[in-house]
């Protein structure tokens, strides 16, 4: 390994002062100390470089963020129209302009951190759509579900065996609503299959959709997070007409979709995501391919309960 | 008054985080949004405008040892959030200097 050779109290004191020696902020006395250490000291030449290099690499990305011509217009006729003060009216200028510099840089820095909450949102709302147009094409346009509930052994054959068991979490997790139907189905010229679960509450019907991820992920990001159960993360938009709240498990997406305001659906999503996931987890293990159930996949456009 | 940079933990000083070798444009704004308002100011106007760390007192009306306070803790913070945007675009940092005697 290259060792340096570091001599700590000296190059403490150095390197204390290596950027007011960049900014030639130094006494003279103390630039040739520095000067003198510089030139035994492999280490500290190094650093100097290096803080050298970002100091470049700053201006450099400051020189590519000009101040729009009108902007710079506008600060010169207003540096003109002051009064002569305490400075001559150019190092007023000259500072008027740095300080727009800064404005400028710092703008462009919140428009890409817009631009990259605005990418993530759109990521969240093309997710959530996963399940938003299985709940609209299935329960809503489709009214694939009785009046009157089906019975939960009917329901649990219908979900086969590998995701009977979701019923009792889905009944007993979303207080106030009644299961109605449940079965696995999927959208015309898709492959891909949801587990559908539709309820009747609060005047309204609502619908837990679970589906394989299948490479679709919601994007990591406090920002982008509506709501956290327990620690998992739940994610919320609003895509024709229907809220929905998105949450991710070991290899499938989950969704609350219902044209409740975006609060009753998330809260419902808080107390249903965290024990459909630890379901969900705890069969990840022993994964059974849907397609072993094809009696039991009933594609919508035919499906009628 | 010299332009000395404070410490209150000169250990650290002797752990400088390393500057990557390559800097990219974007890396640097990414490092600068994470660097709070009051010490990017002050990093942005002595070393990219070049002002005199006294001209930045003046003007903004703060005490000396302030502007130099925010200028040592604002590019500490720059190179530290530099390191890490770098390191989670797999750049990494330059070679650090090293004790003698800390090789094994």
Redesign the interface.
Same mark, same amino acid.
């Given at each position: 390994m290259n060792v340096l050779n570091f001599n700590s109290e000296q190059c403490l004191r150095v390197r204390r002062k290596l950027d007011a020696y960049l900014s030639n902020e130094l006494l003279v006395e103390t630039t040739s100390e520095v000067l003198r250490h510089l030139e035994s000291c492999e280490a500290c030449s190094q650093e100097l470089e290096a803080r050298t290099r970002l100091r470049n690499a700053l201006r450099r990305v400051a020189a590519s963020q000009v101040p729009p011509e009108d902007l710079r217009q506008s600060i010169e006729r207003q540096v003109r129209k002051m009064q002569p003060g305490f400075w001559g009216g150019s190092r007023r200028l000259r500072w008027a302009l740095a300080l727009a510099g800064v404005v400028v840089i710092v703008g462009s820095i919140a428009t890409r951190q817009w631009i990259t909450v605005q990418r993530g949102r759109r990521v969240v709302a093309s997710v959530l759509a996963i399940g938003v147009s299985d709940h609209i094409q299935c329960a809503i346009k489709g009214h694939n579900y009785p009046d009157i509930a089906n019975p939960p052994d009917k329901l649990r054959q219908k979900l086969g065996p590998r995701y009977a068991g979701l019923l009792d979490v889905v009944q007993q997790n979303l207080p106030g609503f009644e299961v109605l139907e449940a079965h696995i189905c999927s959208i015309p010229g898709s492959p891909r299959k949801y587990i559908h679960f539709i309820t009747r509450g609060r005047g309204t019907i609502l619908s837990v959709i679970l589906t394989r991820s299948e490479g679709a992920q919601l994007p990591a990001g406090k920002s982008l997070r509506s709501g956290v159960s327990g620690s998992l993360n739940l994610y919320e938009a609003h895509l024709d007409g229907m809220n929905a709240a998105g949450f991710e498990s070991s290899g499938y997406l989950g969704f609350v979709v219902s044209d409740l305001s975006p609060a009753i659906t998330m809260e419902l999503a808080s107390g249903l995501a965290p024990p459909l996931k630890g379901v969900l987890d705890a069969g990840s293990g022993s994964e059974a391919q849907l397609d072993l159930f094809p009696v039991l996949f009933a594609p919508i456009t035919t499906a009628r309960w | 008054m @010299?332009? $000395?940079?404070n =410490?209150a933990n @000169?250990a650290s000083?002797?752990a400088?985080t390393? #500057?990557p070798q390559k800097?990219r !444009?974007e890396d #640097?704004? %990414?490092a600068?949004?994470k660097v709070p308002?009051e010490f &990017?100011?002050v990093?942005?106007?002595?070393? #990219? %405008? @070049? $002002? =005199?760390?006294k001209?930045i007192a003046e003007?903004m009306k703060l005490p000396l040892g302030t502007v130099m306070s925010r200028? =040592?803790r604002g590019?500490k913070l720059? &190179?530290q959030e530099?390191a890490e945007v770098a390191g989670s675009f797999g750049i990494s940092p330059? &070679?650090g200097? %090293? &004790?003698?005697? !800390? =090789?094994?």
């Open positions: - | @010299e332009a $000395f940079e =410490s @000169e000083l002797v400088e390393p #500057v800097i !444009d #640097v704004l %990414q600068l949004a308002m &990017r100011e990093v942005l106007l002595a070393d #990219v %405008q @070049e $002002f =005199s760390y001209e003007t200028l =040592s590019r720059l &190179r530099l330059a &070679r200097p %090293q &004790r003698a005697g !800390d =090789s094994a």
